[in-house]
């Protein structure tokens, strides 16, 4: 996805563990290089050398740069990791809801001096080996980020960005604005007048879900006078008082080197890099005085209280749809001990089911789910507890509930248990989460986190001192301090009442469609005329190709700097107790992944939504040894996670054949490996299904879950729905969202009538589920371990049952399809797909090809950019599955048109040598994404499961280094025969499907409306 706005940027790295990285999996080697010579002190290419250190932590060296000539700031995390990052950071606070920050993240990215292509990002995305590249605003900085493991193309990237970011052609090109942010659009004078742009319409989709209306209205709630109460991704009812003034006067005050962060990570040559940035870019500006500085918020003398709304849709029950926060704002990012206990009392509160706030709430039938959100991506942090599903009449004993039980744990304190298990769930989540293979990338979050507000940039990289620290202050009741003073004594605090209001959205299109007729009313006819021509023209120029010479300007690589081999996962073999083990043995430091694949395949056709139940009941009831909350302790204190996840793997051109399993994934540092073991064994062999109210509580918060991710992945509903139209495989994975949904629905609306049903139908899954029969179980870790496994796997697989039960045959009804599924939302979402192997076709490497020319040529170029959607994206797989997906679309009708007219453009496809050469770059930049070992090691599995092998894969990659233009053009039939078998899900506003009913066989709420 491009440019990651700051609402899924804060949803992804929201919790503090992101950017802590307590212990990383990797550790790096010292580096003999020319950095060696570097001095404190001295100048580098116009860098000055202010500090250095080692941070032994993530095992790198820091230095700390000042570029003395524009006096631009300058970081180097030096280490061994080949996989290389670089970014350009720019404080930018907002000053109202136009978004202006985030259009400019999008802006600058369209060309610029050096560059002068339309869009020197797609181009740059389709034709690198780049590992990681985006952009993204965030509250109050605008990041611009890119990764990649091959040194020159990590150079090509690097230069793209700084002249993007400092020689845009925002300047000269008044079309970009208009593209990229808001625009009237006038096809005709007799037609609507209507507004459009990217950033419109992404924030349209953004902030269509209630948990986006929370977050805003809670920011506001805490920071009436502070940068905070803007959106800085942008409001779409203010977005379109962005003048074109503004917009670049906003530029040039923030992006100047002077108030610019660089950061630079990984094995890497700082002084050739230097050498770089200096003489290409920073040698060419002054220092200039400006003044980004970001100023708190005055604390409050009492709590605020703000009641707002959100839309559902017109005609839909208002019970039980009121969401309760209470936030609080938690001192600044320079108090670096207690956000970091913080982290762990967050934790201590709502880590589990049974931590003591998140069961209290849920206990005092405050809502169906309870949750908290620590966000440190401001300068001062701010804390929130929430409940949905409520009600606002519930607000006074919403905030009893909670200060009673803060009152209660600082009187009687946490047990040992407790903070042990939050600690080691604290330790191996983070390092989890820092291991990963574009770990360059989070660390240049945590570097931000105190730069950004003129702290030491490596603050948060190194956390051992502090968390030692807070151990040994436990005794002094540290937590219990905490609680004091940030939540039950602080009066800088909110109370939100986030309230449903039915129609909500309807009536707001009807406003914004008589303002636009009004306004266009108020225009002569001669400024109708204008803006018609300058709609024509703004299309003319959208849709005018680049130059030759404009694209020849952009650095490129060649085939000769791919790696023609693929990378090989190692795979061993093995067998325990007659159970088939995967040994995939891979250094992790200490760290065991264990996955174990149980067949489903035996579970009864009218039992299959029970195994969704199942999966969301293990590890949450009681077992015959542990009640709810103590195995919630062991858990916690002995593994990473346990989770259960029924999933399906497709056999590897197998006309439809797929293997359905219920994955148990465990992760567990080492030493605790055998008590992992036997807690497994415990959930699935003696979980009991006999607590009525637990289950029930069990049943109301995955309801409330899947209520949110409707909201909140329209696209994947769309994408989810479509498929199950055409397959087998996808009609059983359909089964987890809406149809679980209202299975679910129906359950908790006559529970007491069903409840023995469910006990029964449970244990009956439960038995069949869970047999040796089949069962593959794999490894990750260390290879000096694996014999620690063994041992520890054996003291259960005697344990795991022996029964034999018999494939079932699945008859599923396909008479449904082309559904309209309605939400209060401003956008669509729309899914057209079929099966190529039902037309006659093979699945080949050069697909892979044609998948990249689509997504980065055609549907980049129709459906966002003259679209003005969020994104839209084809994909194909060896299974037959051919996919072309949108989100966050303003468009319908104009949208399947765009992608029945997919054939039109590919018959007249032709691309030189070079072209093909760069589309080849990008196909293979993308399959060769870097994988930290737990990826490994589930994709290594999922290829030995669906039957793929080496030479498979071996043989994809060479049909994709092979692939010429008269191939791409040969898949013209096949997709427009796919096309033509008419098989679609539109997922979005409830208005714009019911304007266009006549496109559905069926138009439905997407969620239950009563």
Avoid at 834 to 843: M, N, S, V
Wanted: glycine share 4%.
């Amino acid at each position: 996805m491009k440019r990651v706005h700051q609402s899924i940027f804060k949803r992804v790295i929201s919790t503090l563990l992101i950017f802590f990285n307590l212990l990383i999996l990797f550790p790096f080697n010292s580096l003999a290089t020319n950095e060696d010579t570097l001095k404190v002190g001295g100048v580098y290419s116009g860098f000055k050398l202010i500090s250095q250190k080692n941070i032994n932590e993530i095992d790198s060296n820091t230095m700390v740069f000042n570029h003395e000539k524009t006096g631009a700031r300058l970081i180097f995390l030096k280490n061994n990791d080949t996989n290389k990052t670089f970014s350009i950071n720019f404080r930018t606070p907002p000053k109202d809801n136009t978004g202006v920050n985030h259009i400019i993240e999008h802006s600058v990215l369209n060309g610029s001096k050096k560059y002068p292509v339309k869009d020197p990002f797609l181009q740059m995305n389709k034709q690198s080996l780049k590992t990681f590249l985006n952009a993204f605003t965030a509250s109050d900085y605008t990041s611009y980020p890119v990764s990649s493991k091959n040194e020159k193309d990590f150079f090509n990237l690097m230069s793209v960005y700084l002249d993007a970011v400092f020689y845009p052609n925002i300047y000269d090109n008044p079309y970009i604005l208009m593209q990229e942010g808001w625009r009237h659009e006038l096809t005709s004078k007799d037609a609507p007048l209507k507004y459009n742009g990217i950033v419109y319409s992404e924030m349209k989709g953004a902030l269509s879900s209630p948990e986006s209306a929370l977050h805003s209205t809670i920011n506001a709630s805490l920071f009436p006078n502070s940068i905070y109460k803007w959106n800085s991704g942008g409001d779409p009812d203010s977005i379109p008082n962005l003048t074109k003034e503004q917009f670049l006067n906003t530029h040039k005050e923030y992006y100047s080197p002077s108030n610019s962060y660089i950061y630079l990570y990984g094995n890497l040559d700082i002084l050739k890099s230097l050498k770089f940035i200096d003489e290409e870019y920073l040698n060419n500006f002054d220092k200039t005085n400006i003044n980004t500085s970001i100023k708190p918020q005055k604390s409050f003398t009492k709590k605020q209280i703000v009641v707002d709304k959100y839309p559902i849709s017109k005609g839909s029950s208002t019970k039980n749809k009121t969401f309760l926060s209470l936030n609080y704002v938690v001192d600044t990012v320079k108090n670096k001990e207690d956000i970091l206990g913080f982290a762990i009392l967050d934790k201590l509160l709502f880590g589990t089911d049974n931590s003591p706030l998140k069961k209290a709430l849920i206990e005092n039938q405050l809502g169906n789910t309870a949750y908290s959100q620590l966000d440190v991506q401001k300068l001062q942090p701010t804390y929130s507890i929430v409940v949905s599903n409520s009600e606002e009449s519930k607000k006074d004993k919403f905030e009893k509930v909670i200060k009673k039980t803060l009152k209660e744990i600082v009187k009687n304190g946490f047990d040992k248990e407790s903070l042990d298990a939050a600690f080691n769930s604290y330790e191996i989540s983070t390092r989890l989460e820092n291991s990963g293979a574009s770990r360059g990338i989070g660390y240049s979050g945590s570097v931000m986190l105190g730069w950004l507000y003129d702290q030491d940039p490596t603050l948060y990289l190194e956390h051992n001192k502090d968390i030692n620290n807070i151990k040994k202050k436990i005794e002094k009741k540290y937590f219990e301090n905490l609680i004091e003073k940030y939540l039950l004594n602080n009066k800088h605090s909110s109370l939100v009442i986030l309230k449903p209001s039915p129609g909500l959205e309807e009536s707001k299109n009807t406003e914004l469609k008589k303002k636009l007729e009004d306004y266009k009313k108020s225009l002569s006819p001669k400024e109708i005329e204008n803006l018609v021509t300058q709609t024509n023209e703004f299309k003319k120029w959208q849709e005018t190709p680049d130059s030759e010479e404009a694209l020849n300007s952009l650095p490129s690589l060649s085939i000769s700097d791919i790696s023609k081999s693929i990378e090989k996962l190692p795979t061993v073999e093995r067998e325990i107790d007659n159970i088939k083990i995967l040994d995939h043995s891979l250094f992790t430091n200490n760290i065991t992944f264990t996955n174990m694949y149980f067949d489903s395949s035996g579970i009864p056709q009218d039992k299959l939504l029970y195994l969704h139940l199942l999966s969301d009941m293990l590890g949450k009831v009681s077992t015959e040894k542990y009640d709810e909350k103590t195995l919630s302790k062991l858990v916690s204190s002995n593994t990473g996670s346990i989770r259960f996840n029924p999933k399906t793997f497709s056999k590897y051109k197998g006309n439809g054949e797929y293997y359905p399993k219920l994955a148990v994934s465990l992760n567990s540092l080492d030493e605790n490996l055998l008590k992992s073991f036997e807690l497994v064994e415990e959930i699935i062999n003696k979980s009991k299904f006999d607590n009525k109210q637990n289950i029930k509580k069990l049943i109301n918060e995955k309801i409330s879950e899947l209520e949110s991710v409707v909201n909140n992945y329209t696209h994947s509903i769309a994408l989810s729905r479509a498929i199950s139209y055409i397959s087998e495989e996808g009609k059983y994975n359909d089964l987890s969202i809406i149809e679980y949904y209202n299975f679910l629905r129906d359950l908790n609306k006559n529970y007491d009538s069903k409840f023995n049903d469910i006990q029964k139908n449970l244990n009956e899954v439960s038995n069949i589920i869970f047999n040796k029969n089949n069962l593959i179980v794999s490894y990750t870790g260390d290879k000096e371990n694996y014999s620690k496994f063994e041992k520890s796997f054996k003291s259960i697989s005697s344990k795991i049952k022996d029964g034999k039960f018999e494939p079932q045959k699945y008859e599923f009804d396909y008479s449904t399809k082309n559904e309209g599924l309605t939400l209060s939302s401003k956008v669509q979402n729309i899914a057209k797909v079929y099966d190529f192997t039902k037309l006659g076709y093979d699945y080949s490497g050069k697909m892979k090809v044609l998948n990249n020319i689509l997504n980065n040529d055609y549907l980049w170029q129709e459906v966002r950019v003259k679209g003005g959607a969020y994104g839209g994206m084809f994909d194909i797989a060896p299974t037959g599955r051919l996919v072309f997906l949108s989100y966050r679309d303003p468009n319908l009708k104009e949208t399947l048109n765009v992608f029945d007219k997919a054939p039109d453009y590919l018959r007249n496809f032709k691309a030189n040598d070079k072209d093909m050469t760069n589309h080849i770059i990008g196909t293979i930049g993308n399959i060769d994404a870097p994988l930290d070992p737990n990826q490994k090691g589930s994709i290594a599995d999922m290829y030995y499961i669906s039957n793929i092998t080496d030479e498979d894969l071996q043989k994809e990659r060479d049909e994709i280094l092979n692939t010429k233009s008269e191939d791409i053009v040969s898949y013209t039939d096949m997709i427009e025969k796919a096309m033509k078998e008419n098989y679609y899900c539109v997922v979005g506003s409830e208005s714009k499907i019911n304007e266009n009913k006549d496109l559905f066989n069926s138009v439905k709420s997407a969620v239950n409306n009563e």
